[in-house]
């Protein structure tokens, strides 16, 4: 690509559209859009969630899981290397705010309320398994969990969504981060420091070994972007590093652990446009929350954005879940000693407005995964969120 050219992406399909009305055609798809759980279904899971968190993991088991969660990463990122999650290429198409000159080119369903600039995506949020980036980590750790099982599908209702999109007609994301005002504390910071020209600052928290940097920095090739991730397995941050796509010029990957009280970050408070939360605070004991999110939002500049995506209640990776195997409600150790939290749309709406943040989006993804190969049906929940740090505190 000579300099200059903008990196347009391949349009991809649009997702969130297939919606299986007829439970007999189940098998002919790889996967449906927006299904609706009837209340048998609900129960169903409710009651295996009973099962499978009878019995709880000690107290000292559980603080020694916290101690060495660093580790078990590290351990992770050590025998999987970068081999593991498959590039999170959906991005654009969930949150175009983070290659937002490329938005008009990734397929958004219009929202007749938003006119000029392209809406938050309300259904189409389903291109994650189609990517299979979930897939291949739970290859791994539901596995070892236990082997899948059959689950007959629930009879459709003709609702089309169960998606809740709370969208506001005067919080369009892209608004906000096409003028990035960098101001006040950052102003004040008189060191220099990596990105500190940029106009578009992002950082990932709990990158991993680089599946929505690289994505990012690949697709969003403006002069002005600079991309900051962290993550607290050295490992994993060493593997980012060496990465060939890895340009200290547009990019700074930094050890953290989120769950600190202090972040020592290469970036004033203050100074960040966006912070990509994928899949991370799950990762952590929910007690933590408030203080990471808190965190985060020192580190947003008024107007910022977080964008959120993590595992929904009663998603399949947690009715999978065997008894001795829960720390808490709805938080599990996997087989490889890495914790997972399954939250909901309320947990989330709750945990980010107390933290003085404005809703732009919240909804819950319910998918329906289909192995016509296998005649096996799964279903994937996930919550997804924006929200923002006002304008004018
Ligand atoms: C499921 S991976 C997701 C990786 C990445 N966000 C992605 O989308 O590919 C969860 C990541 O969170 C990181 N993590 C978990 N707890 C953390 C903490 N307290 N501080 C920083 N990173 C953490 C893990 O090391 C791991 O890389």
Redo the contacts with the bound molecule.
């Keep these: 690509m000579s300099e200059g050219e903008e990196a347009v992406p391949a349009k991809r399909p649009q997702f969130g559209t297939r919606f299986l009305s007829n439970k007999k055609n189940v098998f002919e798809h790889n996967a449906w859009d927006n299904v609706v759980w009837d209340e048998t279904q609900e129960a169903e899971a409710k009651a295996k969630v009973q099962v499978n968190s009878e019995v709880l993991l000690t107290t000292e088991e559980i603080e020694k899981l916290e101690q060495e969660?660093?580790g078990q990463?590290d351990a992770?990122?050590g025998i999987h290397q970068n081999r593991f999650?498959k590039d999170?290429n959906w991005l654009f198409t969930e949150f175009p705010e983070l290659a937002p000159h490329l938005a008009h080119t990734f397929p958004q369903k219009q929202n007749p309320r938003d006119a000029a600039c392209p809406p938050a995506p309300q259904s189409q949020n389903t291109a994650l398994l189609s990517d299979g980036?979930v897939t291949e980590?739970e290859k791994h750790r539901n596995i070892l969990e236990t082997s899948i099982e059959r689950i007959s599908p629930p009879p459709q209702s003709s609702e089309s969504s169960n998606i809740t999109d709370r969208t506001s007609l005067n919080s369009d994301p892209c608004e906000s981060i096409a003028e990035s005002p960098h101001t006040s504390q950052e102003n004040s910071a008189t060191d220099s420091f990596p990105g500190k020209d940029a106009t578009l600052r992002i950082l990932?928290?709990?990158?991993?070994?680089?599946?929505?940097v690289f994505p990012i920095l690949k697709t969003n090739n403006k002069e002005g972007l600079f991309v900051y991730c962290?993550?607290?397995?050295s490992i994993?941050v060493d593997i980012v590093k060496e990465s060939p796509d890895y340009d200290t010029k547009r990019c700074h990957a930094f050890v953290?652990?989120?769950?600190?009280e202090e972040w020592e970050t290469p970036f004033p408070k203050g100074s960040l446009d966006i912070i990509?939360?994928?899949?991370?605070l799950?990762?952590?004991h929910p007690d933590?929350y408030p203080q990471?999110i808190s965190k985060m939002v020192e580190y947003l500049r008024p107007g910022g954005l977080i964008l959120y995506r993590d595992y929904g209640r009663y998603d399949m990776a947690q009715l999978r879940f065997k008894k001795g195997r829960c720390l808490a409600d709805n938080f599990y150790m996997r087989g490889d000693g890495?914790r997972c939290y399954f939250i909901t749309q309320d947990e989330v709406r709750e945990l980010m407005t107390q933290a003085g943040l404005e809703e732009v989006q919240n909804l819950v993804d319910r998918r329906l995964q289909v192995n016509r190969g296998k005649q096996l049906t799964m279903y994937r929940v996930w919550v997804q969120a924006k929200y923002r740090k006002p304008a004018h505190p």
Aim: hydrophobic share 45%; charged share 15%; net charge negative.
């Design positions: 969660a660093a990463w992770f990122y999650f999170r980036e980590s990932e928290v709990g990158c991993g070994v680089g599946n929505t962290c993550d607290f397995s994993a953290c652990d989120l769950s600190s990509v939360c994928i899949f991370v799950s990762a952590l933590k990471v890495t």
